[in-house]
């Protein structure tokens, strides 16, 4: 009977007895390298603290019910089988305390109880199924049944698994709120059980001299606050992310707390076909673009190397280490078919803030085939290893409230790898080629959205894009130094801009999406609740050959109807079909316009067409409003015609040039004089034993077209002038769609299913 402070080595006469411990104050300190307490009959213990210092021996905790134990000393264990707390006891690692239990537990059948690990303390966990919270079959070192666990600040959890078990596998618990220190030893792989909620509040560790490896399998995310620290061992203890995974890092380190160690890997995968090229990023230092699987042909952009063409931006060859925040280009293997190819990126993973100087030429006007920001592109990149959110890039980039004038144009360029060739892209303008990529294999996006609508608005892990150093930027320099500017001929200039962790997550400190290293896929573009808007997707179709690009106009909180740099995306004029929209005579393949919205507003279009031929405009996408009863229009002043674009594309014919006044973009049909008379209604389409009748009840019908629902035409009659009309063709049973022009121009959609 133990009632006050006592320090033994042994109780009892021998190691095998039945010799009972009752215990309800004071304190046993026990040193020696046994099991411990060396009585084994029956345990009463009410009060007072069993201590386990440290001694030259290695001790283990006998497998019986406690009140109130402490470890201080640094090799202490679990002995076979479970260590029980009794109601209100309590398990503590002190600081400088070392705890380790394997495929046993600490538990609290009745009552509450509380297990904390102090500062400075160590609790090693050899559990297969982890740290906290299993019970079962999937017991864990700490029981369920434990209700509490304190982890105090630079407290650690050492996953351990390894020698002498054959597997050293682990699974790593989610702890709520989050881990302080937690390291990694022993063997195998240790995994995360929670997807995305696995938090270190301190530091991640994995350490040197074992051979575990920390696996962040496929989209699955760890958030670590201060620094990652990997060994530099080769085959020895690593930290490797699958593809989609990531790490998530909130503070800059602190200079004196680094990421460190070379041991780390990211693994990205894209999708590719024969001749693509990817556009890569390094999340890791001290890795050379030459890893890269490819056909040797990997290439940087100097945005101020002079051309063919006699101004300045051309590609150059690429052999050294991946600059932090830089993007590269590299082409696929030759041998490749539409498949993947893998790059497992290895070095220190990268944090904190990462400045990147950015570069332009001095071309200050435009062109028929050229902007002034032709000599502006500058290829970055991600730097993380973890996805970064492209709107917060632009906004910390173009901040009107910390820079008069922005760094860059408000937009970003992501290339969609994994799309051939084609004889049918027409040439660069400077260039002649058999086979091109098209210039819309660019995703652009800005503040209102992306077009197309298939990106999410978040750069992988990675991830290379494109950007434009706007011309007289906060904090533009000359660079006169640079070989490049030929005595002032062609003066280059630099800025700088800016990566930040806050990129990485937003203002509840959840990560963004990482699955798209960009690879197309439908894609919901949400909208925030703070952010309001109503978008239109259009795209202008060549039919002879399916080309095809997109026009995003949406009505955005905070745009207005003139130009503004992070809403509006100038339109780059290329060698293909294409569609945009105006703000006076400067065309945009995105625009942001104001809310709230009016349907009198009027947008108008404009249009590149590369040969003449037939056209169609149709709504891609739409979100918002637009995907109500708010109608969609299509006014063609040229042929005097407003078409609903909701009920079926607008088929037309084009000649050869640029055309910025045949279309608007409306969202109603109140023109031409009309705007209280509903023509909708006076004119009735049905279809009997396959004849398609036409009846109008007020005017003469001009004109019929027909087309199934994938636009292709059907029948056409350019010459009615009755105000009934009816045709008898073979169609197969579907739903068609008929337009009707009446004598007046106005144009009726209607959809009939033929029976």
Same mark, same amino acid.
């Not at 699955?220 to 530099?232: C, D, E, F, L, R």
């Not at 062609?490 to 963004?512: A, G, K, L």
């Not at 149709?618 to 969609?632: H, L, S, T, Y």
């Given at each position: 009977?133990?009632?006050?402070?006592?320090? /033994?080595?042994?109780?009892?006469?021998?190691?095998?007895?039945?010799?009972?411990?009752?215990?309800?104050?004071?304190?046993?300190?026990?040193?020696?390298?046994?099991?411990?307490?060396?009585?084994?009959?029956?345990?009463?213990?009410?009060?007072?603290?069993?201590?386990?210092?440290?001694?030259?021996?290695?001790?283990?905790?006998?497998?019986?019910?406690?009140?109130?134990?402490?470890?201080?000393?640094?090799?202490?264990?679990?002995?076979?089988?479970?260590?029980?707390?009794?109601?209100?006891?309590?398990?503590?690692?002190?600081?400088?305390?070392?705890?380790?239990?394997?495929? %046993?537990?600490?538990?609290?059948?009745?009552?509450?109880?509380?297990?904390?690990?102090?500062?400075?303390?160590?609790?090693?966990?050899?559990?297969?199924?982890?740290?906290?919270?299993?019970?079962?079959?999937?017991?864990?070192?700490?029981?369920?049944?434990?209700?509490?666990?304190?982890?105090?600040?630079?407290?650690?959890?050492?996953?351990?698994?390894?020698?002498?078990?054959?597997?050293?596998?682990?699974?790593?618990?989610?702890?709520? *709120?989050?881990?302080?220190?937690?390291?990694?030893?022993?063997?195998?792989?240790?995994?995360?059980?929670?997807?995305?909620?696995?938090?270190?509040?301190?530091?991640?560790?994995?350490?040197?001299?074992?051979?575990?490896?920390?696996?962040?399998?496929?989209?699955?995310?760890?958030?670590?606050?201060? /620094?990652?620290?990997?060994?530099?061992? $080769?085959?020895?203890?690593?930290?490797?992310?699958?593809?989609?995974?990531?790490?998530?890092?909130?503070?800059?380190?602190?200079?004196?707390?680094?990421?460190?160690?070379?041991?780390?890997?990211?693994?990205?995968? /894209?999708?590719?076909?024969?001749?693509?090229? =990817?556009?890569?990023?390094?999340?890791?230092?001290?890795?050379?673009?030459?890893?890269?699987?490819?056909?040797?042909?990997?290439?940087?952009?100097?945005?101020?190397?002079?051309?063919?063409?006699?101004?300045?931006?051309? #590609?150059?060859?690429?052999?050294?280490?991946?600059?932090?925040?830089?993007?590269?280009?590299?082409? =696929?293997? *030759?041998?490749?078919?539409?498949?993947?190819?893998?790059?497992?990126?290895?070095?220190?993973?990268?944090?904190?803030?990462?400045?990147?100087? $950015?570069?332009?030429?001095?071309?200050?006007?435009?062109? =028929?085939?050229?902007?002034?920001?032709?000599?502006? #592109?500058?290829?970055?990149?991600?730097?993380?290893?973890?996805?970064?959110?492209?709107?917060?890039?632009?906004?910390?980039?173009?901040?009107?409230?910390?820079?008069?004038?922005?760094?860059?144009?408000?937009?970003? #360029?992501?290339?969609?790898?994994?799309? %051939?060739?084609?004889?049918?892209?027409?040439?660069?303008?400077?260039?002649?080629?058999?086979?091109?990529?098209?210039?819309?294999?660019?995703?652009?996006?800005?503040?209102?959205?992306?077009?197309?609508?298939?990106?999410?608005?978040?750069?992988?892990?990675?991830?290379?894009?494109?950007?434009?150093?706007?011309?007289?930027?906060?904090?533009?320099?000359?660079?006169?130094?640079?070989?490049?500017?030929?005595?002032?001929?062609?003066?280059?200039?630099?800025?700088?801009?800016?990566?930040?962790?806050?990129?990485?997550?937003?203002?509840?400190?959840?990560?963004?999406?990482?699955?798209?290293?960009?690879?197309?896929?439908?894609?919901?573009?949400?909208?925030?609740?703070?952010?309001?808007?109503?978008?239109?997707?259009?795209?202008?179709?060549?039919?002879?050959?399916?080309?095809? %690009?997109?026009?995003? $106009?949406?009505?955005?909180?905070?745009?207005?109807?003139?130009?503004?740099?992070?809403?509006?995306?100038?339109?780059?004029?290329?060698?293909?079909?294409?569609?945009?929209?105006?703000?006076?005579?400067?065309?945009?393949?995105?625009?942001?316009?104001?809310?709230?919205?009016?349907?009198?507003?009027?947008?108008?279009?404009?249009?590149?067409?590369?040969?003449?031929?037939?056209?169609?405009?149709? $709504?891609?996408?739409?979100?918002?409003?637009?995907?109500?009863?708010?109608?969609?229009?299509?006014?063609?002043?040229?042929?005097?015609?407003?078409?609903?674009?909701?009920?079926?594309?607008?088929?037309?014919?084009?000649?050869?040039?640029?055309?910025?006044?045949?279309?608007?973009?409306?969202?109603?049909?109140?023109?031409?004089?009309?705007?209280?008379?509903?023509?909708?209604?006076?004119?009735? =389409?049905?279809?009997?034993?396959?004849?398609?009748?036409?009846?109008?009840?007020?005017?003469?019908?001009?004109?019929?077209?027909?087309?199934?629902?994938?636009?292709?035409?059907?029948?056409?009659?350019?010459?009615?002038?009755?105000?009934?009309?009816?045709?008898?063709?073979?169609?197969?049973?579907?739903?068609?769609?008929?337009?009707?022009?009446?004598?007046?121009?106005?144009?009726?959609?209607?959809?009939?299913?033929?029976?």
């Amino acid at each position: 009977l133990f009632r006050s402070d006592f320090t /033994a080595r042994n109780l009892a006469s021998t190691a095998a007895n039945s010799t009972a411990f009752i215990m309800d104050g004071g304190r046993l300190r026990l040193g020696t390298g046994e099991t411990l307490p060396l009585m084994d009959g029956v345990y009463t213990l009410t009060g007072g603290v069993v201590e386990y210092v440290t001694g030259s021996a290695a001790k283990t905790i006998r497998s019986k019910s406690y009140q109130n134990i402490e470890v201080t000393g640094n090799n202490v264990s679990n002995s076979s089988g479970n260590i029980t707390l009794n109601s209100n006891g309590t398990f503590t690692v002190k600081t400088g305390g070392i705890f380790t239990i394997n495929d %046993d537990a600490i538990v609290g059948p009745t009552g509450s109880q509380t297990v904390t690990v102090e500062s400075g303390a160590i609790f090693k966990t050899g559990d297969i199924h982890g740290f906290n919270g299993g019970t079962g079959a999937t017991a864990t070192s700490v029981r369920s049944d434990v209700e509490n666990i304190v982890l105090a600040n630079g407290s650690i959890v050492e996953y351990s698994r390894g020698n002498p078990f054959a597997n050293g596998d682990q699974t790593i618990t989610h702890f709520s *709120p989050a881990y302080r220190n937690l390291h990694i030893s022993g063997s195998g792989n240790k995994t995360l059980q929670h997807n995305t909620a696995t938090r270190v509040n301190e530091n991640l560790e994995v350490l040197a001299g074992n051979t575990a490896t920390l696996l962040v399998e496929t989209g699955k995310v760890i958030t670590v606050k201060q /620094a990652v620290k990997v060994p530099s061992t $080769i085959g020895g203890a690593k930290f490797q992310i699958e593809d989609n995974g990531q790490l998530i890092q909130i503070d800059d380190t602190n200079p004196s707390n680094l990421n460190s160690g070379e041991n780390f890997y990211m693994e990205r995968k /894209a999708d590719v076909t024969t001749n693509d090229y =990817v556009y890569w990023s390094s999340p890791t230092d001290n890795y050379s673009v030459t890893l890269i699987p490819n056909s040797s042909l990997r290439y940087e952009w100097d945005p101020i190397k002079l051309n063919s063409n006699g101004t300045q931006g051309n #590609w150059i060859a690429a052999s050294s280490t991946m600059a932090k925040g830089k993007g590269y280009i590299v082409r =696929v293997p *030759p041998s490749a078919t539409p498949s993947e190819i893998t790059t497992n990126f290895k070095g220190t993973p990268r944090n904190g803030t990462v400045d990147v100087k $950015i570069l332009r030429g001095n071309r200050t006007t435009p062109d =028929v085939n050229l902007t002034h920001f032709n000599d502006n #592109w500058n290829l970055v990149g991600n730097p993380y290893p973890s996805a970064i959110s492209a709107l917060e890039f632009l906004k910390t980039n173009t901040d009107p409230l910390a820079m008069t004038n922005p760094k860059i144009v408000g937009s970003v #360029w992501v290339w969609k790898h994994g799309i %051939d060739l084609s004889s049918g892209n027409p040439d660069p303008f400077y260039y002649n080629f058999v086979n091109n990529y098209s210039s819309t294999d660019y995703i652009k996006f800005n503040a209102t959205g992306p077009t197309p609508p298939e990106f999410d608005g978040f750069i992988g892990a990675g991830q290379g894009f494109m950007i434009g150093m706007a011309d007289g930027g906060d904090g533009e320099i000359s660079a006169t130094s640079n070989p490049e500017s030929l005595s002032g001929i062609y003066t280059p200039y630099e800025n700088t801009i800016r990566f930040t962790n806050n990129m990485r997550f937003d203002d509840s400190e959840v990560h963004y999406d990482n699955t798209q290293f960009f690879r197309t896929a439908n894609v919901e573009n949400s909208v925030s609740a703070s952010d309001e808007k109503h978008r239109i997707w259009l795209d202008i179709i060549k039919t002879s050959n399916g080309q095809t %690009d997109t026009a995003l $106009i949406g009505y955005v909180s905070n745009a207005t109807m003139g130009e503004d740099n992070l809403y509006d995306t100038f339109f780059t004029p290329r060698n293909e079909v294409s569609l945009y929209s105006l703000i006076n005579t400067n065309s945009f393949i995105i625009q942001g316009r104001s809310l709230p919205f009016d349907t009198t507003d009027l947008v108008p279009l404009g249009m590149k067409i590369i040969s003449a031929g037939n056209h169609t405009i149709a $709504i891609r996408q739409v979100d918002g409003i637009f995907e109500g009863n708010q109608n969609i229009y299509l006014e063609d002043k040229q042929l005097n015609i407003i078409h609903d674009l909701k009920q079926s594309p607008y088929h037309f014919t084009a000649p050869t040039g640029i055309n910025n006044t045949r279309f608007v973009l409306r969202y109603t049909t109140n023109a031409l004089g009309n705007a209280d008379f509903d023509y909708d209604n006076q004119v009735v =389409v049905f279809s009997k034993n396959n004849t398609v009748t036409i009846n109008s009840s007020i005017q003469n019908i001009a004109e019929v077209q027909v087309y199934d629902v994938l636009g292709r035409q059907l029948y056409q009659n350019t010459a009615v002038e009755n105000q009934e009309h009816s045709f008898a063709k073979d169609i197969a049973q579907q739903t068609i769609i008929v337009k009707v022009k009446l004598q007046n121009g106005i144009w009726v959609t209607k959809k009939v299913l033929v029976k």
